[in-house]
Structures are given as structure tokens and as C-alpha cells.
């Protein structure tokens, strides 16, 4: 009887070591998903007044990267998924300083890894130089609904030399192409704030400003266009 027992012992420490040594040749534990490396040599390279590229080592094993950035003091992240290991950020305000960070993801239905932590880094945009005879872009274009949606509230940094800023309001339905609704408002250079109580259609609306002075020319430089996405059923 107890050579019996002695031989089941044996028996059965030697099923837990093939089983523990087929585990360690996997690359996972079932029901224990490995975290993906997080990137790394994250750099921010050819840095404009408007546009920066961000690039980063390749990670083993991820499919995707997401890449999400925000300007310094923005609730909102912005972010683009790119199967590459660069990616070129465009229509980003200028002097400002931003945020970018990156991780690696895994398939979708994956069951052996997770997405890797955010790497994470820092730059600021250059200095917005108008070509000779041209005023600066309006920077910092800010825009938000009342509370029903009827009116919107947009403002903007002062543009030095300007005599008068000329605001583009255009509506367009989210499923649609083309322009449903389109106005332009002008204020003086003593003003960098628009509330705009007219009429308006569409479901979506894009706002730009223009700085202007007695110069002006249809070669303008609009500032960076504002999106507001209107959340009534009616409009």
C-alpha cells in the first residue's frame, strides 16, 4: 500500500513538472495577458508653427500604436491609431506646447497581451512668421454653444497691425456633403470676442478667423478652423 502511494506522489510531481515547464516555453499564462512593452526613443522632430513629427521605436508583438496629443491646458486629448512608428501632427497652434503620447496595442481579439503603458513627451511649436506684407494667423480660437444651442461664443488672440478680424461661420450636415449654411462677421481690431445670435443650419458648424488691415488681399491667412458639433434633434 505505501509503495502505491509513494508511486502516485511520483506520478503526479512528475505531471506538474511537464505541465509547469509547457507554461514557461509560452509566451503567457491563460487567464494571465502580458503587458506590451511600453515605446521607447519617443522624439518630436521637424517642429513648425503648425505641424510636428512624432516617431518611436518598434514595440515586439503590437499591431497598432495610439497616439494622442493636447495642448498644454486643453481638457480634450486629441488622437490618430497608425500602424506605423511615426506620425506627422498637422493644423496645431502655433507657440504653444503640447503633449504627445504614445502606446502599443495588441490585435483586438487578443488574448495573450494588453495594451503598454503611455510613453509620454513634450514640445513647444515655433513662432507663426507671416511672409512680408502679411498679418499673423489668429491664434488660440476658442468656441462654445449656450445652453439651448442658439448662440455661439468665439474668441481669439489679439493680431498686432490688425484694423479688423473677419469671422467664417459655416454649417453642414454630419451625413451630407456640401456647405447648408454660411455667413461671415467682421468686428474691429479693438475686439477679439464674436457672440454670434443669428440664424444658423446644419448639424455641425466651422468657425475660422481672419485678421485684416488696409493691406488686405484675398491671400489671407485664416487662423486654424474651430469644429462644433451640435447635440439638439432640432436645428
Not at 455661439?152 to 473677419?166: H, Q
Not at 477679439?192 to 458648424?205: A, E, F, N, V
Request: proline share 3%.
Amino acid at each position: 500500500m505505501n509503495r502505491k502511494i509513494g508511486l502516485y506522489k511520483k506520478l503526479y510531481s512528475f505531471s506538474i513538472a511537464i505541465v509547469s515547464l509547457f507554461f514557461l516555453s509560452c509566451d503567457f499564462i491563460p487567464g494571465f495577458a502580458s503587458r506590451l512593452d511600453t515605446p521607447q526613443e519617443l522624439e518630436v522632430s521637424s517642429v513648425t508653427s503648425d505641424s510636428a513629427v512624432v516617431s518611436w521605436s518598434a514595440v515586439k508583438n503590437a499591431v497598432y500604436y495610439d497616439v494622442m496629443w493636447q495642448r498644454k491646458n486643453e481638457e480634450v486629448w486629441q488622437n490618430e491609431i497608425t500602424i506605423s512608428t511615426s506620425i506627422q501632427l498637422n493644423d496645431l497652434y502655433y507657440s504653444q506646447e503640447y503633449t504627445v503620447q504614445v502606446a502599443a496595442m495588441p490585435e483586438n481579439d487578443s488574448q495573450k497581451y494588453v495594451i503598454s503603458e503611455y510613453a509620454k513627451t513634450n514640445f513647444t511649436t515655433l513662432e507663426d512668421i507671416p511672409p512680408q506684407g502679411q498679418l499673423a494667423r489668429p491664434n488660440n480660437i476658442q468656441a462654445v454653444f449656450n445652453e439651448d444651442e442658439s448662440a455661439i461664443t468665439i474668441s481669439w488672440d489679439a493680431v498686432a497691425e490688425a484694423t479688423y478680424y473677419d469671422i467664417d461661420i459655416e454649417g453642414y450636415e454630419t451625413y451630407m456633403p456640401g456647405v447648408v449654411f454660411k455667413t461671415r462677421k467682421t468686428v474691429a481690431a479693438s475686439k477679439t470676442q464674436l457672440i454670434y445670435t443669428d440664424k444658423m443650419s446644419g448639424t455641425r458648424i466651422i468657425i475660422k478667423v481672419a485678421a485684416r488691415n488696409s493691406d488686405f488681399s484675398d491671400s489671407c491667412r485664416w487662423s486654424k478652423e474651430v469644429c462644433l458639433d451640435k447635440l439638439a434633434l432640432t436645428h
